[in-house]
């Protein structure tokens, strides 16, 4: 199961209503459910992450200090967020829901395009304070949402997300809790385990020690019942009264497990400075993928989504790098969202196959925009790309690479011959460029955008045209043009 779009209204730095589609895998594609979110600081690209942790769990904060305040002269009473799943939902309901409210979830799932859907929605409104706990399901059928009897606590234990915060200590992420990446990847070596001689032998001596009669250990128990059922008998009546020593789940042993670092000096991960905690968070990421890459038969897991902020903290660019790879492999069979500011989270040629998120600032206002992934060149994605795409930024780098690529592409030898090509795009020649010849000034001549930045680039010896450079807007106005061209 799998989040495939969220719609939010006046949560935070986003006024109105927000659509967001994203990527979900496909099992077989690298990147295909990795969503990257680009943009300047405070331009709400962790807001997202906020917004799916408030549709599962609700929140601790203080409404208020959820709403919108963008317009101080509009007062708003109420925000909401909307997340569709997608996927196997009625597989992660049988799965994972308990039994007596399953039929509530299961009710609620619909078809749509050959798949199933599943939609929820969780708001606040200044005159139904309360409202904020429930969770309501979404009826396709009558066309309405209602919260069931008993559901809001179920459906907080019916998915996992796994957070990692840019100012998480990464010591946390060492942990062997249900929803950390220790624990899920605990729990995927495990999955089958439990049918293993190893573990039936294990699983005999446990009920050996805690509920076989004849143990020293039961020996003692049975004091204390005996204890508590005359006592209890005295007092309220003959009952029999006794412990009864469940088996354990198997991820359970693994809450005491803790990863010690030797580099010399051994000791736990957290005394470890945060660049090597991070790199040890970097190999759990390397190794998860790898194992759950070769799980795609197993029983329906739990749902299980990564929400991974600023990765690059603390981590060296070749670091980064591979980070991204594995981030690429998860992304296969797993939804991944990641907050980045780093052009080497955005460096891989799989790139074209992630969502890829711009988010701007306007008027205290945030915005975002879907960018196009598909690769400009052979060659893609280069550093020059990135920026453009991801950054909005226009770099001399790219400008080169795209005059260079068109000049290539349409078997153009010479520097007329771009400007007379860019002519018949409907390009102008709206510039002059001035040669010089032994260092004697030529006869100025027309010239494109396109061509007059390049002659710039390729000849900063040129001192006549050292006087009339061009401007940080018409490098980007001339990149615009020839990316629209190719």
Known sequence: MFIKS???????GFHGSHNFNFNVPNGNTEGSGLNIFVGENNSGKSTIFECLDFIKDSTKKDP???????????????????????????????AH???????????????????????????????FPDDIKKINFWDNAN?????????DAPFKKFYDNNFIWADTNPSDESKF????????LLKEIALGHTNTPEYQNFQSSYHGLFNNPASLLRSKIA?????????????????????????????????????????????PMSEKGHGMQRAVALALLQVYANITSNVANAAVSKPFYFFIDEPELCLHPSGQKKLLDALMVISKTKQVFITTHSPFMLSSPYLKNTGLFIFNKTNNSSSVTTATTSPMFPWSPSWGEI??????LATVDLHNELYGYLQEKNSLKTISDVDLWLNSQLITSSKQWTREKNGLPQQPLPTTLQSFIRNHIHHPENVTMQANRYTYGELKQSIDQMVQLI
Request: some cysteine; hydrophobic content about 35%; glycine content about 8%.
């Open 97 to 127: 829901v308990q039994n007596n409210k399953n039929r509530s979830f299961l009710s609620c799932i619909y078809q749509h395009g050959g798949a199933e859907h599943f939609k929820v929605k969780r708001s606040w409104d200044r005159n």
């Open 143 to 151: 066309g309405s949402y209602s919260n069931p009897s008993g559901i």
């Open 177 to 184: 809790g249900a929803s950390t990446i220790c624990g899920s």
């Open 387 to 392: 920026s453009y795409r991801a950054y909005n």
């Open 223 to 267: 004091q204390i019942e005996n204890q508590v059922q005359n006592i209890f008998s005295s007092q309220f009546g003959m009952a029999n009264i006794s412990f009864s020593f469940e088996e354990l789940q198997i991820e359970n042993f693994f809450k005491t497990a803790s990863i010690i670092i030797d580099d010399g000096v051994s000791v």
């Open 64 to 94: 208020e200090s959820l709403l919108n305040k963008s317009n101080p002269s509009m007062a708003l009473n109420d925000f909401m967020v909307e997340v569709v799943y997608t996927g196997n939902v009625s597989g992660s309901v049988n």
């Open 6 to 12: 969220m719609i939010i209204e006046n949560f935070k």
